[in-house]
């Protein structure tokens, strides 16, 4: 069974730009979560989606979305870019709707802003 | 919201040696409490959890304790190995969906 596939591996961009990173969640996955990890913070929060519905929702500004299609597979996008972005975002897949689950993690989409 | 803080943030042992990293959490009504262990270059995986009607669980080297009424857990690894080298984070969750919170992870070194 294939593991969480996160697209694309590495990318850079410059303040002020957007971005978009996809995530494919293991087969039958319904739900799948975004975390934020950055030196020293560990890992955030961002959203959750199941069956194409948002969940939960982190503390972030609203220049970061998200969104999940019929399939599972999910997006998220970051609009005007800063500086303090730059992170390794990881989309997670559960198999269970609740908390009682095991996230199994993607490898992370590295982003560096300039 | 929850608030959870790990600590040491990095620790060394050497080869044989146990090692533990504690966990405090602020939500008393978070009620899963896993741990990842993440290598360097690579993503986080699931080494052991307690739900909070467990005290202690275990499995081979590695052990987790919750005590619930002061709100902290605890993850034991003991006879440490080289391969047990890792970024370790603990996390808390409620029931109210796959929203988990982490602490800031320990850097454990196993020396040789």
């Known amino acids: 069974k294939a593991g969480v596939t996160q697209t694309p591996r590495y990318l850079i961009k410059t303040r002020g730009q957007q971005v978009t990173l996809s995530c494919s969640p293991i087969?039958?996955?319904?739900?799948v979560s975004w975390y934020q990890q950055t030196p020293g913070q560990g890992l955030q929060f961002l959203f959750e989606?199941?069956?194409?519905?948002?969940?939960n929702k982190g503390n972030f500004p609203g220049r970061f979305s998200g969104r999940q299609f019929s399939n599972s597979r999910s997006e998220m996008n970051v609009s005007t870019l800063e500086l303090g972005d730059s992170a390794l975002y990881l989309c997670?897949?559960?198999?269970?709707?609740?908390?009682?689950?095991?996230?199994?993690f993607g490898e992370g989409s590295r982003l560096t802003v300039l | 919201g929850e608030n959870v803080e790990q600590h040491p943030s990095t620790l060394s042992v050497q080869e044989g040696d146990s090692a533990v990293i504690k966990c405090t959490y602020s939500?008393?009504?978070?009620?899963?409490f896993p741990w990842y262990k993440q290598e360097l270059g690579k993503r986080p995986q699931l080494i052991i959890d307690?739900?909070?009607?467990?005290g202690e669980k275990k499995d081979q080297r590695i052990a987790v304790t919750l005590n619930k009424t002061a709100k902290h857990f605890s993850l034991h690894i003991t006879e440490t190995q080289p391969e047990d080298s890792a970024v370790y984070f603990c996390?808390?969750?409620?029931?109210?969906?796959?929203?988990?919170?982490f602490g800031t992870g320990t850097s454990l070194t196993v020396i040789p």
């Open positions: 307690i739900r909070s009607n467990v």
């Open positions: 087969s039958g996955h319904r739900s």
């Open positions: 989606y199941f069956s194409e519905t948002q969940r």
């Open positions: 996390a808390a969750s409620k029931s109210t969906g796959n929203q988990f919170y």
């Open positions: 997670a897949s559960s198999l269970i709707a609740g908390n009682t689950g095991e996230l199994f």
């Open positions: 939500d008393s009504a978070s009620n899963y």
